[in-house]
C-alpha cells in the first residue's frame, strides 16, 4: 500500500512549473504563426480591394480558363450569316474600299432573298470620289475642264445617292463610332432611338455611370438619313488587351445609344422599344422577350464560342455572282464585314487572339438570342475578398497546430473545394466567382509560415545544441575539479592545460594557414 501510494503521489509543484515553462515558448510560436498568417491574409485583402485591376486579372483568368471547357452549340447556326469582304472578293472587284454603287449592288442582292436585318460593319465618312460627279468637280476644280455626264443615267451618276436609295428600300444597320479621347470634330448626331431609362428616385445618378464619350465619328449626311437605323461599333478591351466585355449602351448628350449587334438585332425581332432599367448590381436592358444583364458601365460579359466553326461565312463574290442558296439569307440576320488580310478589324478574345470584329458582333447577337448571360455580380466581388480572410484565417491557426502531412492534405483539399465550387457556380449558375484569389493567399500563407517554423526549428536546434555543448564542458570541468579534490597538483595541471590550449587557439586564429 505504502507503494501504491507512493505511485499516486502528486509531482512536485515545481516539477509542474518547469514542465509550463517548457511549454510557454511553444505556445508563443504558435501564437506567433497565426499572427504572421493573418498579417498576410490582411495584407492581400487591403491590396485587392485597393487594386481593382490586381482583382480583375485574377478573375479573368478564371473567366478565360473556364471558356475553354465550354461545350456550347449556338442557336444563331441557322440565323444568322457573316458575309465576308474576302481575299476571293477583293480577287474579283477589285482594291478595298470599293465604290458606293458596288456596295449597292451588293446591298440590293442581298435585299432580294429577305433578309431580317442586314448589319454593314463599315465606316463612310466621306464622300466617294470615283462618282462620276465627283470626279466632274475635282478635274473641273484642279484642271479647268469639264466632261460630260450624257452618257450615264441620271441615277448612277452620284454612288452616295445610289447608295442612299438602296439603304432606305431594306432593313439595313449603318455603323458609327464614338471617340473616346476627343480626337473627332464632327458635330454629328445619330437618329435617336426609342430606348427608356428605368431608375429609382435612390439611383439618379446611374446613368452618369455609363460609358461617355467625347466625339463622334459618323457616316456623310446622306446615308446617315437614308439609313433605318444605326448602331456604335466600339468595344473596350480589358487591361491586358483582351475583349471579355463590351457595352452595349452608351450615352452621349444626355441620349441612350445602342451597339451596332444590338440594334441589328432589335431591327430583326421587330422591338419597337428599348428597357434600361437601374439594377443593384447595373442595368438590365428588356430587348422584345430578352432580359440582358449589363454592369454598372451597361456592359455585357461575353459568352465566346469557336467562331471560326460557328458562324456560316459567305463570300462576298459569291452574292456578287449570285450563285449563294437563298436559305442562307431569307429571314436571316445578316452580318456585313471585311476579312481580307491586312484589312482585318481584329478583337482578341480568350479562345482566338485572331477573331475579327464581325464574329465579334456575331458572338453578342448569339448570346442575346441563347439568354445564357453570363455575370460578375457586386456580390461575386464581395465574395472573392472575403474568400482571402476566410482562407488566411483558417490556414494560419492550421499552420500552427498541424502536422506538414495535415497541412498538405488539406491546402489541396481546400484549392479542390474552390475550384469545383467555382467552376459549378460558372456552368450552371452562370456566374462568375475566382477562386484564385484565395488560392493564392492558401499558397503564400502556407510558404511564408512554413519558412517561418523551419526558421524557428533551426534556432530551437542551434539552441539545443549549444546546452549539450555547455553541458559537456561542465562534465568535464566538474571531472577536473574532483582531480583537483583528490590531488591538488594534477587538478592544477588540468587547469593549466586549458589555459595553455585557449592561448595556442587564439594565436593560431590569428595565423593566415590556421585562420579557417
Not at 199 to 208: H, P
Not at 486 to 493: A, L, V, Y
Request: overall charge neutral.
Amino acid at each position: 500500500m505504502k507503494r501504491v501510494a507512493r505511485k499516486l503521489k502528486p509531482r512536485p509543484r515545481a516539477y509542474t512549473a518547469e514542465l509550463g515553462n517548457k511549454q510557454q515558448p511553444r505556445i508563443r510560436e504558435r501564437l506567433q504563426v497565426i499572427a504572421i498568417g493573418c498579417t498576410i491574409s490582411l495584407a492581400i485583402f487591403l491590396l485587392l480591394l485597393t487594386s481593382p485591376r490586381t482583382l480583375e486579372r485574377l478573375s479573368s483568368s478564371f473567366y478565360d480558363n473556364q471558356l475553354t471547357l465550354v461545350d456550347q452549340k449556338p442557336v444563331v447556326a441557322n440565323t444568322l450569316t457573316i458575309i465576308d469582304i474576302d481575299e476571293t472578293s477583293l480577287k474579283q472587284i477589285g482594291q478595298w474600299p470599293w465604290s458606293r454603287n458596288r456596295i449597292a449592288e451588293l446591298l440590293e442582292k442581298i435585299n432580294q432573298h429577305s433578309p431580317a436585318a442586314v448589319g454593314i460593319d463599315a465606316l463612310f465618312t466621306e464622300p466617294d470620289h470615283t462618282s462620276p460627279v465627283e470626279v466632274q468637280r475635282q478635274l473641273l476644280q484642279q484642271f479647268g475642264s469639264t466632261i460630260s455626264l450624257d452618257a450615264i443615267p441620271a441615277d448612277q451618276r452620284d454612288y452616295d445617292a445610289t447608295l442612299s436609295r438602296v439603304l432606305a428600300s431594306g432593313p439595313f444597320i449603318l455603323s458609327y463610332f464614338f471617340d473616346f479621347n476627343g480626337n473627332t470634330t464632327d458635330e454629328c448626331l445619330p437618329r435617336a432611338v426609342n430606348m427608356a431609362l428605368l431608375t429609382s428616385a435612390e439611383q439618379t445618378q446611374a446613368k452618369q455611370a455609363l460609358h461617355q464619350p467625347s466625339g463622334l465619328l459618323c457616316n456623310i449626311d446622306t446615308l446617315s438619313a437614308s439609313a433605318p437605323a444605326a448602331g456604335f461599333i466600339n468595344g473596350r478591351p480589358d487591361n491586358d488587351g483582351i475583349y471579355r466585355r463590351t457595352p452595349l449602351v452608351i450615352t452621349y448628350q444626355d441620349r441612350l445609344y445602342p451597339s451596332f449587334a444590338l440594334q441589328t438585332l432589335s431591327t430583326a425581332l421587330g422591338a419597337e422599344q428599348l428597357l434600361l432599367k437601374s439594377e443593384s448590381d447595373g442595368f438590365s436592358l428588356k430587348l422584345a422577350n430578352n432580359t440582358i444583364p449589363l454592369d454598372r458601365a451597361g456592359n455585357l460579359l461575353l459568352h465566346f464560342t469557336d467562331t471560326e466553326t460557328t458562324y456560316q461565312h459567305v463570300s462576298a463574290s459569291t452574292l456578287l455572282n449570285d450563285s449563294i442558296d437563298p436559305a442562307l439569307i431569307k429571314d436571316r440576320i445578316i452580318l456585313i464585314g471585311v476579312s481580307a488580310t491586312g484589312l482585318q478589324d481584329y478583337r482578341p478574345t480568350p479562345l482566338n487572339p485572331l477573331s475579327t470584329g464581325i464574329e465579334f458582333h456575331a458572338t453578342i447577337v448569339d448570346n442575346i438570342l441563347q439568354g445564357k448571360f453570363l455575370a460578375y455580380p457586386s456580390s461575386a466581388h464581395f465574395a472573392e475578398l472575403s474568400s482571402v480572410l476566410l482562407a488566411g484565417g483558417l490556414f494560419s491557426v492550421l499552420m500552427a497546430w498541424s502536422g506538414p502531412i495535415a497541412i498538405m492534405l488539406s491546402a489541396l483539399l481546400s484549392m479542390f473545394l474552390l475550384c469545383t465550387n467555382s467552376y459549378i457556380l460558372f456552368h450552371q449558375m452562370d456566374t462568375v466567382i475566382s477562386p484564385f484569389p484565395a488560392i493564392v493567399t492558401i499558397c503564400i500563407i502556407v510558404i511564408i509560415t512554413a519558412l517561418f517554423k523551419y526558421w524557428q526549428e533551426q534556432h530551437r536546434s542551434r539552441h539545443i545544441t549549444q546546452q549539450i555543448l555547455l553541458s559537456q564542458e561542465a562534465t568535464i570541468e566538474g571531472f577536473g575539479a574532483m582531480a583537483e579534490y583528490r590531488d591538488p597538483e594534477t587538478g592544477g595541471h588540468i587547469k593549466r592545460t586549458q589555459n595553455y590550449v585557449k592561448v595556442l587557439a587564439q594565436a593560431l586564429k590569428n595565423h593566415p594557414r590556421f585562420h579557417s
